[in-house]
């Protein structure tokens, strides 16, 4: 199946977004990659909505981590339209001690380059 140009770009995008994260850049993949008015889910949790309020609670959640270990993109991302997917192995250690592993899908949509809507399958 081909993709469109449209396709290619997003998943241009979308590993644009997976190295910065790789590298623990994940302010730096929001700031340039949200849309102001962004909506991001974890699992079945309400929307965190508006770039600056994800901003700010990622910032709160960075200040607490210790040690990063890795954020591995295990397959993808795949593309279908205005949207994305992948998943992704994330490793983190807090203050209090605790090992955090992530396994996840990440299913984002995506408008004028821009991430407009996103959710977090987590496992």
């Avoid at 081909?2 to 929001?30: P, W």
């Avoid at 910032?59 to 795949?78: E, Q």
């Avoid at 984002?108 to 380059?113: A, I, P, R, V």
Wanted: charged share 30%; aromatic share 10%.
């Amino acid at each position: 199946m081909e993709t469109t140009i449209q396709e290619q770009e997003l998943l241009a995008k979308a590993n644009e977004v997976t190295a910065l994260l790789a590298q623990g850049k994940f302010i730096e993949a929001m700031e340039n990659y949200l849309d102001d008015d962004v909506q991001l889910f974890e699992g079945n949790n309400p929307a965190k909505v508006g770039k600056d309020f994800c901003l700010a609670e990622e910032k709160k959640l960075l200040d607490t981590v210790t040690a990063f270990h890795g954020y591995t993109v295990i397959s993808g991302p795949a593309v279908k339209g205005d949207t994305t997917f992948y998943e992704a192995v994330m490793e983190f250690t807090t203050d209090d001690g605790t090992d955090h592993r992530f396994e996840q899908v990440v299913r984002t949509q995506w408008k004028d380059g821009k991430i407009i809507n996103e959710r977090y399958y987590h496992a």
